[in-house]
């Protein structure tokens, strides 16, 4: 049955990497993505893989791996609480899987002589085992006590922890059971001491029960002196060649001390085999599921980190690239420190919406990624967290698995607003990473989504696409300059412009081209006049609300101290709730 349940889990472990790995070279975020064969990818990745083997790269590849996947550097700069959880984890984890787990592989073609029951394996096991259980421990009190500020836990989260607890304390409770067992003594002494003498036997037996943590029906204390020199003959004659004293196994050992009144209850329950099937069972399920999970990440961060080391925009081919994004989606530890240095973190304790985070927004970009249907909230949360992000580049370089975050959001955006409904949150031509990048997008796709997102927020301002128009002075909306006084953070500043054109002579949209007014309907000084007159659909008409860039140059340029881009961003989010009302 044990061979059955390990080569069912190993089939389920296999074809689970085979369909990640699929998904990895025929899947990912952005236009590029859907533009290569699964063959030409695999292709790429191979060439590239092979460029970077045999040239100086290797070396970079070397250092990479000892200090940010080996030492987990990167997690020790930001938070040491964190590296000691993960180091505790990652390394305790590994180590028991290696020299306990794989002992038959690994341990026992190593050490000559090997037995799980001598030292200093006997001590390393439970060693290793106590490290994952501390680890766990501290991952609990970080999520679920010390409530740290934007650090968000799902179902993955839960999952990673429970599986690791199960997998460590069933271990636990299976040595210490074995440690208390009478049919666990009587099996050893039948197999392998070769014993038939009951008086021989009974003494051995005093001397496990006495210093080994043996709970007996048959032996009690106080022990005879010469029974007891006669359990330690016999011991050491058959026993301590491949069994040290349980108490090296300190953790086992402790819990035996504390199930020992109920020990014989449990042994003739059959805890042993109990605990047995649920470690089994529990390492098995974790195997099986481990290409499913969060737990994923131990695989895919190392190989994340090394990549992304090695890759750069402009200069990679931009196959691997769109490969490498695919693979960073499974990459992530939902660790969260993206989302604790956001810029825009705070969006998220404004609106709810946790697609402001970056932690939650790429996890949702998985479902994007996998073509989940969503529905229209999910789709309206998502397009809102992508559009707020400001492209500071924080997430990047605060993520310890090396995930290209602002190359992620850039490639989701474009594959956003290629779609024909249009996206109405700061789009524009010239402001953000967009505009930056332009000469790297399809030149007759680039207008497309800007024209149709302006069209549909100008639609219901006369000022927009109108053409001339001749609004009266004595239009002036009250209402509107009441609502700017008040919600405006800059106060009424906008009133103190006397228009002296400085803003619009420093701001780069305006010098973006030959004939501004025509492009843009009006200039910075003449929003803030236009504001200061009252007059909504000239003030929340303009394309300049649109096309600003946020640079701040006119703000801090402006003699009066009139808070221009502040003002701008107030009007550009009037204009959008004027027209969503």
């Not at 699929?22 to 975020?29: A, D």
């Not at 060439?47 to 550097?73: H, M």
């Not at 960073?328 to 973190?345: I, N, P, Q, R």
């Not at 219901?460 to 006084?485: C, R």
């Amino acid at each position: 049955m044990f061979a059955s349940l390990l080569y069912t889990s190993l089939t389920i472990f296999a074809l689970g990497m085979l369909y990640r790995a699929f998904t990895w070279f025929s899947g990912g975020i952005g236009i590029a993505a859907d533009q290569y064969t699964v063959w030409q990818r695999i292709t790429a990745f191979i060439k590239g893989f092979l460029g970077v083997v045999f040239s100086v790269k290797i070396f970079i590849l070397v250092k990479v791996f000892i200090l940010d996947v080996v030492l987990q550097v990167k997690i020790l700069q930001q938070d040491g609480l964190r590296w000691i959880t993960h180091m505790l984890i990652y390394a305790g984890f590994m180590l028991l899987l290696l020299m306990h787990a794989m002992e038959a592989i690994v341990s026992a073609n190593l050490f000559e002589g090997y037995y799980s029951t001598v030292n200093p394996f006997m001590f390393l096991r439970d060693l290793f085992g106590f490290m994952v259980i501390i680890g766990v421990v501290l991952a609990m009190l970080r999520r679920f006590v010390l409530k740290i500020p934007r650090l968000k836990s799902d179902g993955r989260d839960r999952y990673a922890i429970i599986i690791l607890a199960v997998i460590m304390l069933s271990g636990v409770m299976l040595e210490a059971v074995k440690i208390t067992s009478h049919g666990e003594f009587t099996r050893m002494v039948e197999d392998f001491a070769g014993m038939d003498d009951e008086e021989e036997i009974a003494a051995l037996e005093s001397v496990w029960v006495k210093d080994y943590g043996l709970v007996s029906p048959n032996v009690k204390a106080p022990f005879d002196k010469d029974v007891l020199a006669s359990g330690m003959e016999a011991n050491e004659s058959n026993c301590m060649d491949c069994h040290v004293s349980t108490k090296n196994a300190f953790t086992g050992f402790a819990v035996a001390k504390i199930i020992s009144p109920v020990a014989i209850a449990l042994d003739r329950a059959g805890a042993v085999t109990f605990f047995w099937y649920l470690h089994i069972l529990a390492c098995f399920i974790g195997l099986a599921y481990l290409p499913f999970s969060k737990m994923l990440h131990i695989i895919t961060t190392p190989i994340s980190l090394l990549a992304n080391a090695v890759m750069k925009e402009g200069v990679s081919d931009p196959i691997n690239i769109a490969t490498r994004q695919a693979l960073e989606l499974d990459a992530c530890m939902h660790c969260t420190t993206c989302s604790k240095g956001c810029s825009v973190g705070v969006g998220y304790d404004v609106t709810g919406n946790e697609c402001v985070l970056p932690s939650e927004k790429l996890a949702f970009l998985r479902r994007f990624a996998a073509k989940k249907k969503l529905t229209e909230q999910e789709s309206a949360a998502i397009i809102e967290g992508i559009y707020l992000c400001t492209n500071c580049d924080r997430c990047t370089v605060a993520c310890p698995a090396g995930i290209n975050l602002r190359e992620l959001w850039f490639s989701a955006r474009e594959a956003i607003i290629q779609k024909d409904t249009p996206a109405l949150l700061t789009l524009t031509n010239y402001s953000f990473y967009r505009g930056l990048k332009r000469t790297a997008l399809d030149q007759t796709t680039y207008a497309a989504p800007i024209e149709r997102a302006l069209k549909a927020v100008g639609a219901g301002n006369a000022a927009a696409g109108e053409g001339e128009a001749v609004i009266e002075l004595d239009s002036a909306d009250k209402t509107l300059k009441a609502q700017a006084d008040a919600s405006l953070q800059s106060g009424s500043t906008y009133a103190a412009c006397f228009a002296c054109e400085n803003c619009s002579t420093v701001c780069p949209v305006v010098g973006n081209y030959d004939d501004p007014a025509a492009e843009l309907d009006l200039l910075p000084h003449q929003i803030m006049r236009s504001l200061g007159l009252g007059l909504k659909d000239l003030a929340l008409g303009s394309r300049m609300l649109w096309d600003c860039a946020t640079c701040y140059q006119c703000q801090e340029h402006c003699p009066q101290q009139v808070k221009v881009t502040d003002v701008l961003y107030e009007l550009k989010n009037q204009a959008f709730k004027q027209k969503s009302a």
